[in-house]
């Protein structure tokens, strides 16, 4: 351990010197050395940085204590809580749901913008000016899944929550230019919901917020952040989650508890563990992970018949966990940052560095993260406990990927087709487009056919400029947002630092004009923010920034992808040192290992194979089952 | 393929992406002046007698049906300069496909198909350097974002199973679809398997007759059946694929080569500048009306059908037709040519398909917002100058100029200095304005998002089943890449060309209009297939 720690260290610093001269992404890279090329060895160095730097943790900050859950009880060790406590033993509040957003930068740079520079430039006007879809700009190496399953895993880890609007004072306003046609003037953005927990007036460190979901990679989406969640979505039976004709349950359906319906005005959207912001995308995955899940009970219970439902339940939440975390790792990812340094660095962070086959050939050797993978290595929360944090959320804003129109395609019937605006497969909507595609198989088979936006300026999907939500305010007003005015107001409300000050914290070279960051979007950008460039928002920032050759987002989001990336693995007891037979059984980690996003789509769909036979990744575009568009 | 011949067409690729860039980055649209005073009246000559430098380029282009106006008008021409820079790279073409084919020419015998990847044979096609030169052009102009020339995108209607029922009503395909009976429809192409449309060797001869039934429920077509040289397909059968290409194939040679190229440019553009100089004095209401829209045509057609039409041109190599085949589809299709495919009402009309409804056609419904816009600027304009029926039938040369029309244009105008009303006479205007504007973009630009992926929408269909070769393709991709080129908006302000100051308000309340609409149509999901007033130019000279 500390021998790796060395080595690491003097990777670290030899890479710094590098680095000053040559951008990792830069680096020569030599396809035949394979872990071993400079440009993947930076990485790990690059992580170590990042680690020793870059985790600020903000529950030292002045606040009310959590209520403490108590001492850990014997089942704590091989099962997740649904609120997330009691993963570090030692520390049983540490990334809970309801606990403090952490931060990437030191507490004394995290303030929001001062009132005077809060709206300046108009985030109405970023939006309008920079934001704006005009021409839809395709990610053509990755299907729709790839889109959806980002939105899938960020409900996983994180939620803020929104004043409720029903005082004037609960909303941040904006006034329109001329010529913005926005249906009210000024527009208004309702303000996150600040931390309770912090004394009133409290000017001791910068506001903080709440993760109102667990911090873990625990598929809380899926179960829960919640007893009382979790008891609704599960069946109670052979561990299993509730599952109707192959379908979630809606949120219409009656609550066991109350007996009535668990809400109902959304008639459309599945009982899930989160399901706000629903439509046909999320409802894919959680159905197909909610299939998963149950096909892994059927496992478990066929090897242990004498386990209780609960048991099982737990048992294959881990199972299944893991596995969303193995694909996000290994496929996700390297599908969106196609660069073989990032294929090989990704394997790595899950296999080690000897790769899958070795990994499965000779097990586990030794400690080491970067040897033998982080899977099964110690925990290590490194300079801060494990929170995951506001500039996390920042880098997550990736609205680009969504298009603006759909088509459903039949996997049997060549003349079926059907086309929806987003408008439409949204909400309560979601269900019925399904059902109208002819099910599960037909709508996963037209997302793997479909390509989502490119994440950069000038491709923000126009309905959610205009986006209107399903509920009311509470003084009975439609509830209508520009998503990208909000995206750039979330920022500097939380004191997410502009874009160049967000390089500088990452040890990166700030732009110095408006060309370098991006040529095409030079004179707009520097009208908008009138020539000053430590202006840019980091969310332009990070649209407008040209990313490395390959790769589906800028290297400035990446360096905190690298780091939190590895950190909700690393930090996590059940990923590391619980990542065992003892706590997940043997069936469970073969399952982990020997699955993949392929493999689970095929088990629970298996007419999907001929459009994914042959195709490497399942988030890259599949097949036309009639007519191949490769031939 | 051998090292040479591989180095060979490198070079020979990058000479002519090169030439095509150089084009795309010099041609600036002409800035929309006033005519002069004195002008000579045009002749309409016919096509293959026309000369450029004293050259009679065009003879061998026999189609008589055709006429071209004998002298480019003095206003109507290029600056020296960029005249010079012109004819010398239209000229090294139109030498190099004409006289020496296999040593310079963009074609090269023997090369392999591309890419059986349709994204990777975009991107060694349309390269990132053509889209560099775009931008650095858009910028030089200061072209607005919404107009810049993006890579191709793929339509929903050919991702996965080329939806032909979709295509059949919205997009550049929209105007084909005529009704047979009850709820069956069809794209009747069938125009293109004249015996004397020869293709080239080793293709399928590009005409489809496809079968379409609505499905009410639904509110959409389904193509039933395709009659094709295989025979007649119908869904589930082997060939059901490959007659959907040849389908594709056919309404796209159909809306490139006779649609665009012969109705547009040689047709309604041509003999609409003619018309309109011969009979309009400069100070004339209504020659300050059309101006802005025949502006530079006939200069503009010169060039493009040295490109083109020439033997060894574009349409010849990327079409599937050789050229005396061409020859005979464009004689033959001039003397179709109706009017009233510039008015999108009394055509659905015509089509029999209005009752379908907006929601099931939903590229009738955009043509039919942005013609309503232009007829009422033309009605509004009128009513300025004309306050009966009477004023516009005794102007003499409103007279004049619907002879001639009528004259040049191969059924004539259905107006007639007889019968020409205020009403009719405004819907004319709109249908010229239209066609040269909306219905242009509709059928030469918007054809950038289909003819690109031949890999479902061929442009060529080989008999061996083997896609286009590398040549082809790329010809294809520079073709259709200087359609891009950067035109006169029609979103602007061309009031500086109104004689009174009623007449500016009407142009400002043009310019409003679109500008409404656009607005109206921002609030609407962005889609690919939509004409957005912004993306429109004011005319078709390039």
């Not at chain 2, 495919?341 to 009752?355: E, Y």
């Amino acid at each position: 351990m500390r021998q790796s720690h060395t080595a690491l260290r003097i990777f670290a610093f030899l890479f710094r010197i590098v680095n000053r001269v040559v951008v990792w992404h830069k680096i020569p890279f030599i396809r035949l050395l394979g872990a071993l090329n400079p440009r993947v060895l930076n990485l790990p160095a690059l992580r170590y940085d990042l680690r020793r730097w870059n985790l600020h943790d903000t529950v030292q900050l002045p606040g009310t204590p959590l209520q403490n859950p108590g001492p850990f009880a014997e089942a704590d060790r091989s099962e997740r809580r649904a609120d997330g406590t009691h993963n570090d033993l030692r520390d049983p509040m540490m990334g809970c749901a309801g606990s403090r957003f952490g931060r990437n930068l030191p507490l004394d740079q995290a303030w929001p913008e001062p009132p005077d520079k809060f709206l300046d430039p108009s985030p109405r006007e970023v939006s309008r000016i920079l934001m704006t879809r005009y021409h839809f700009i395709p990610a053509t190496s990755l299907n729709m899944l790839a889109a959806a399953w980002i939105q899938f895993q960020v409900h996983d880890w994180f939620s803020h929550k929104q004043l409720a609007g029903q005082k004037d004072d609960e909303f941040i306003k904006i006034k329109l230019k001329d010529g913005d046609d926005w249906h009210q003037d000024p527009m208004k953005i309702r303000q996150t919901e600040p931390d309770p927990t912090r004394p009133r007036g409290c000017t001791a460190g910068p506001p903080t917020f709440i993760n109102y979901e667990t911090h873990w990679w625990d598929s809380s989406q899926l179960y829960g952040s919640s007893s009382k969640i979790q008891k609704l979505v599960r069946s109670s039976r052979g561990g299993k989650l509730k599952i109707e004709n192959g379908f979630l349950p809606l949120m219409t359906s009656i609550d066991p508890e109350t007996n009535q319906p668990i809400d109902p005005a959304l008639t459309g959207v599945d009982l899930t563990g989160f399901n706000d912001n629903w439509w046909v995308g999320l409802s894919l995955l959680h159905t197909l992970f909610a299939h998963e899940h149950n096909a892994i009970c059927d496992r478990l219970r066929e090897e242990y018949p004498a386990w209780d439902d609960n048991r099982l339940f737990q048992t294959a939440r881990l199972i299944n966990t893991a596995l969303m975390a193995k694909i996000h790792t290994v496929e996700w990812t390297p599908g969106i940052l196609g660069h073989p340094a990032l294929q090989i660095g990704m394997n790595a962070n899950w296999w080690g560095a000897f790769g899958e086959r070795i990994h499965k050939l000779v097990g586990r050797l030794g400690e080491s993260e970067e040897l033998w993978g982080i899977p099964g290595s110690p925990t290590d929360h490194h300079a801060a406990p494990y929170y995951l944090t506001e500039e996390f959320v920042a880098v997550y804003r990736l609205h680009p990927l969504i298009p603006d129109d759909y088509r459903f395609q039949s996997l049997s019937d060549p003349a079926f087709s059907t086309y929806k605006t987003f408008t439409e497969i949204q909400g309560n909507g979601t269900r019925q487009v399904i059902t109208e595609a002819g099910g599960m198989a037909n709508a996963l088979y037209s997302f793997g056919l479909a390509h989502p936006g490119a994440i950069t300026l000038g491709n923000f999907p126009r309905f959610l400029q205009k986006f209107e939500r399903i509920k009311p305010l509470p003084n009975g007003e439609r509830d209508i947002i520009d998503l990208a005015a909000v995206d750039i107001v979330r920022d500097r409300e939380r004191g997410v630092p502009r874009y160049n000050r967000f390089r500088r914290m990452l040890r990166m070279k700030p732009v110095s004009t408006f060309e370098e960051l991006n040529p095409d979007w030079a004179k707009p950008m520097a009208d908008l923010y009138k020539n000053d460039i430590e202006r840019v928002d980091s969310v332009v920032g990070l649209l407008a920034e040209l990313p490395p050759k390959g790769f589906g987002f800028s290297d400035t989001a990446f360096r905190i992808f690298i780091l939190m990336a590895s950190r909700r693995l690393k930090s996590d007891r059940f990923f590391t040192s619980d990542y065992r037979p003892e706590v997940y059984t043997k069936v469970g980690l073969d399952w982990v290992n020997d699955n993949t996003m392929t493999s689970v789509l095929l088990r629970h769909y298996p007419a999907l194979a001929p459009a994914l036979a042959g195709i490497p990744n399942a988030f890259m575009p599949w097949n036309n089952v009639f007519e191949p568009l490769r031939y | 393929m051998g090292v040479m011949a591989r180095l060979w067409w490198k070079l020979r690729k990058g000479v002519w992406n090169r030439i095509a860039q150089i084009k795309f980055k010099n041609n600036q649209p002409l800035a929309v002046t006033r005519l002069k005073k004195s002008r000579r009246t045009i002749t309409a000559i016919p096509f293959t007698d026309v000369r450029v430098c004293g050259i009679r380029v065009f003879r061998d282009i026999p189609v008589p049906s055709l006429k071209a106006a004998q002298k480019i008008p003095r206003d109507d021409k290029y600056p020296l300069w960029q005249y010079l820079k012109k004819m010398i790279v239209f000229g090294l073409q139109l030498w190099a496909c004409r006289r020496s084919p296999g040593a310079w020419s963009p074609m090269q015998a023997g090369l392999p198909p591309v890419d059986a990847d349709p994204f990777t044979a975009m991107r060694e096609g349309y390269t990132s350097r053509h889209a560099r030169i775009a931008k650095k052009a858009a910028a030089k102009m200061s072209v607005e974002r919404p107009r810049l020339l993006q890579p191709p995108m793929l339509p929903p209607e050919l991702r996965g199973n080329p939806d032909l029922g979709m295509l059949a009503v919205r997009g550049p395909y929209a105007g084909y679809l005529k009704r047979v009976e009850g709820d069956e429809y069809a794209w009747d192409l069938q125009s293109l398997s004249a015996g004397d449309y020869e293709p080239h060797a080793g293709l399928y001869k590009p005409w489809a007759r496809v079968l379409f039934r609505f499905d009410d429920r639904a509110r959409r077509l389904n193509a039933t059946e395709i009659h094709t040289e295989l025979g007649t397909t119908r869904p589930g059968d082997r060939d059901w694929s490959l007659a959907k290409k040849l389908a594709l194939c056919a309404v796209s040679t159909h809306t490139g080569l006779v649609r665009h190229w012969n109705w547009l440019h040689l047709t309604t553009g041509e003999y609409f500048a003619i018309a309109t100089r011969n009979a309009f004095a400069e100070h004339h209401p209504l020659c300050r009306l059309l101006w802005p829209h025949i502006f530079g045509t006939q200069q503009s057609n010169r060039f493009g059908n040295m490109a083109q039409l020439t033997r060894g041109g574009d349409f010849e190599h990327i079409y599937s037709f050789t050229h005396a085949g061409m020859c005979h589809v464009l004689e033959r299709s001039a003397k179709e040519f109706d009017m009233m495919v510039g008015d999108p009402v009394a055509d659905a009309a015509r089509r029999n398909v209005s009752h379908l409804g907006v929601d099931a056609l939903p590229t009738q419904k955009n043509l039919e917002d942005l013609f309503a816009v232009i007829h009422r600027h033309a009605r509004r304009y009128l009513g300025i100058y004309y306050k009966t029926d009477r004023d516009v039938q005794t102007n003499e040369p409103i007279e004049k100029w619907l002879d001639e029309l009528n004259k040049l244009m191969p059924t004539g105008v259905q107006v007639s200095k007889n019968t020409v009303t205020l009403d009719s006479l405004a819907r004319l205007i709109a249908r010229f304005i239209y066609l040269v504007t909306a219905y242009h973009e509709m059928v030469g630009a918007c054809l950038w998002n289909y003819q690109m992926w031949t890999h479902v929408h061929p442009i060529r269909v080989y008999k061996d089943g083997r896609r286009e070769p590398l040549d082809v393709y790329q010809r294809l991709v520079n073709t259709n890449y200087l359609l891009q080129v950067i035109r006169a908006p029609l979103i602007a302000d061309y009031s500086r060309l109104a004689p009174d100051e009623e007449a500016k308000g009407a142009f400002t309340a043009f310019r409003t209009e679109l500008e409404t609409l656009q607005q109206t149509m921002e609030q609407e999901p962005w889609a690919f297939w939509k004409l957005y007033p912004n993306m429109l130019e004011g005319n078709i000279n390039a």
